[in-house]
């Protein structure tokens, strides 16, 4: 019996990705034919590849720019053909609901009158923008692009975890992780039935395409950046290379009579669709933040006149806001009728007082999350709090419950993953990416984010996080 | 869609061909003075590289006294002094970074990878024993560039604006390091014709990899005049100002009619008459009215060159043309 290099592995009772999947099978056994040594010194040169080629987020200190690259483990995620079928169709239903809402929110707002969420959860929210009232946008598709995080619990049941409906980034990575796998572990692929990624640009423009003014037939699109001092300039670049469309920022385009065009060789050329990755707030210092340097002037009343489209479109953070999310379940069946494919986790929303009760009387289990914040912040882990920050949020609650939610804390699954002393069980999560125009399209996988340090549950980049690539196999 | 460039796409693009170029050839000149501060001159030589370049003030503001040592480093390595090597292939790595969706993935990677090890050379590696080895790795990196730029990137726009900046560049670096020799005879006059003045327009020739072309041309003798002449006006030289000169108009004509573009007709206008001077003075009237001021002149009209492609293509204002010119001095 030969050995393997995952025969110490233990994932410690969590939910293994690698071990539990029927479909990985084959993949443990191509892997059982290296060495650790081997797989070593291939991770070391692929990692090295990722920072000549430049696939890096950039870190500022001390007026000095570092690029780092997101840590690339080898060991690949695998999902099954029957797992990738759940995943796949709950996204497509959770985005067709979330069309739905923000179409109804900014129309008739039946959804409102009729009571399924509170009025002032959406009219009150700092991401509700009453701009777009009465504006009808192509196909209902506000998000075209969205990234939804899920991860899975210890019996291996999916959850979403956050919707991402403004701009969310990591999809160049997904792309770049499986070129990388392609060149360093050509042995590890072959005849594994591994499904394509590669035409996710092209699946985007003829998204985005969809998305242009009426009467236009060939609709130039650009890719809108803050420039390439945003850490998340690399993406912007891989997409307008993957789109083959021009890389703008602000200040390369220019609003006449609530036309948009861009500054070119040639004098000024007409732009019909704008894929932004600029924030609502600083897209038009006309409209919102009137200090934005990053933005377009009279880009929303261009929008308005309905002379160009904006992916996404504005408006939709809305959505994705951490107490909204906690009703999807319930648009799920008012919007469509049916019952959710992929759970929330159960989320109490402490603006109702039976949550609230909930939430101060199993504190130190919880998690407590602020509604309007992202990245991480304000949030209040139970298991791991101190007495103090217990306290201090229970004190918070109590002063403004509508401001908080509280969910279980999740035991992440776990992912075979290649550290200094070997291979061991590292947390992971998931973030598919779909695209939506007439219909939504759902790139196969996603990223897999793992959280590198020993035990962690936190797989954001800015604390320690990599990622993987992800194989849905059959 | 394709034939549309971004005003910004095509001043960046135009920068990084000037870099790049720029970088090599201040590898030569470097090179070059190498090999003429070790036959006697010692300082007086190195001084005039820190003239050619007007950062007297820069580089002895920061205390430093001339020797090779001090301004090599600060030519090559400080990344403070803007006209550095290394300072002048970030600025190209910069550029390129900007321009990644348009160029190939392998121009990029190859300039990042450089200039990151470009980065990490200390100042103690710059000893008489390496520096030769150091001077033909950046040459080589930079042909490298160009290499890969020719092989890989498409020929749309961009790569017209990419060889305007390449050519312009290249010209005005053909000027001074023509220049540098007038600043290396003008003490001494009394050596010109001695074996040492041979051997160092034989070095001048070298560096502009242009001896044994000149040999073909020029078999029997080295003089002044003829060197000068061959950096000059030589057509068949691809480094000569007037080979230089004609690529750039021709290529200003080409992408103008290609493309439909309206402007960039004082640029067309200047070469024009650039070109018409270099086709009909003679290095003998050049000599004798100077070769210093004819070399001036030259410089201000690519600088005007320059500054109109910035106004009409690149979106410039003209006041901050003018401001660019300026630093680009």
Known sequence: ?????????????FFCEMLTSPASAGVRERLARLSIAALKERAAAANAELYN????????????????????????????????????????????????????????????????????????????????????????????????????????????????ARTPSGVSYVVENRHMMLRAFPDLLDDIGLRGIDNYGARLVAALQEMAPPGIGDPQIVLLSPGTYNSAYFEHVFLAREMGVPLVEGPDLVVEDERVSMRTTGG?????????????????????????????RGLMRAYRAGNVALANAIGTG??????????????????????????????????????????????????????????????????????????DCRKKLLADPANYISQPCVNLSV???????????????????????????????????????????????????????TWVLG | MVDVLLARYADCIFWLARYVERAENLARILDVNETFSRDSRGAQNWRSIVQLNSDEERFFAGGREVTGHSVLNFYVLDADNPTSIVSTL?????????????????????????????????????????????????????????????????????????????????????????????????????????????????ALLRSAAGYHAYRRLHAASTTPARVAG??????????????????TGRLLGEVKSRYSLRGGNDAAEELDRLRAVLGTLTIREILSEGLHEFLDLIQQQLIAVSRDLSISFFGYRPEAAQAQSAAAE
């Open chain 2, 230 to 247: 061959f950096l000059l006006f030589n057509q068949a030289f691809p480094r000569s100002v007037h080979h230089c000169v004609r690529e």
């Open chain 1, 318 to 391: 809305v959505a994705d806001d951490k107490a909204v999310y906690a009703y999807m379940p319930r648009l799920i069946r008012y919007y469509l009728g049916e019952d959710a494919i992929l759970q929330n986790v159960p989320t109490n929303i402490c603006r109702e007082p039976e949550a609230l009760r909930y939430t101060l009387d199993h504190l130190a289990e919880l998690v407590v999350k602020p509604v309007g914040e992202a990245g991480g912040y304000g949030i209040t882990v139970g298991p791991t709090a101190t007495r103090a920050e217990l306290a």
């Open chain 1, 268 to 296: 000024l050329a007409r732009v019909d669709v704008i894929y932004r990755r600029i924030n609502d707030d600083f897209l038009d210092p006309e409209a919102f933040n009137r200090d934005s340097m990053l933005g377009v």
């Open chain 2, 90 to 202: 970030r600025f190209a790595r910069e550029n390129a970074r900007t321009l990644r969706p348009l160029i190939s993935t392998e121009m990029w990677v190859q300039l990042n990878v450089f200039y990151n090890h470009l980065s990490t050379i200390g100042s103690d590696e710059l000893t008489p024993a390496r520096l030769s080895g150091l001077f033909a790795t950046i040459k080589e990196a930079c042909q490298t560039h160009t290499g890969i730029t020719e092989g890989t990137f498409f020929r749309d726009q961009g790569w017209y604006f990419y060889q305007l900046g390449r050519y312009v560049e290249r010209a005005d670096q053909t000027t001074r390091l023509l220049d540098i020799k007038y600043h290396l005879l003008l003490p001494d006059i009394a050596d010109v014709g001695s074996p040492t003045d041979v051997s160092q327009w034989n």
């Open chain 1, 415 to 469: 992912a075979p993953t290649l550290v200094d002393g070997g291979i061991e069980p590292r947390h992971v999560d998931l973030r598919p990416f779909a695209v939506t125009g007439s219909s939504t399209w759902v790139l196969p996988g996603g990223l897999t984010r793992v959280a590198l340090r020993r035990g962690s549950f936190v797989v954001n980049s800015s604390q320690g996080g990599g990622s993987k690539d």
């Open chain 1, 53 to 164: 080629l430049g696939i890096t987020f950039t870190v500022y200190s001390d007026a000095k720019t570092i690029d780092r690259i997101l840590p690339f483990d080898v060991l690949p995620r695998v999902l099954s053909a029957a797992e990738w079928r759940q995943l796949e169709s709950g996204i497509v239903q959770r985005i067709t609901a979330i069309n739905l809402l923000l179409d109804d929110i900014y129309h008739d707002q039946r959804v409102l009158a009729d009571g399924v969420v509170p009025r002032d959860l959406i009219l009150g929210n700092p991401n509700y923008r009453p701009e777009m009232c009465g504006l009808d946008v192509p196909h209902k598709a506000y998000v075209n692009i969205c990234g939804t995080d899920i991860v899975r619990d210890e019996k291996g049941a999916f959850f979403v975890l956050e919707d991402n």
């Open chain 1, 1 to 13: 019996m030969d050995r393997s290099i995952l025969d110490g592995y233990d994932p410690r009772g």
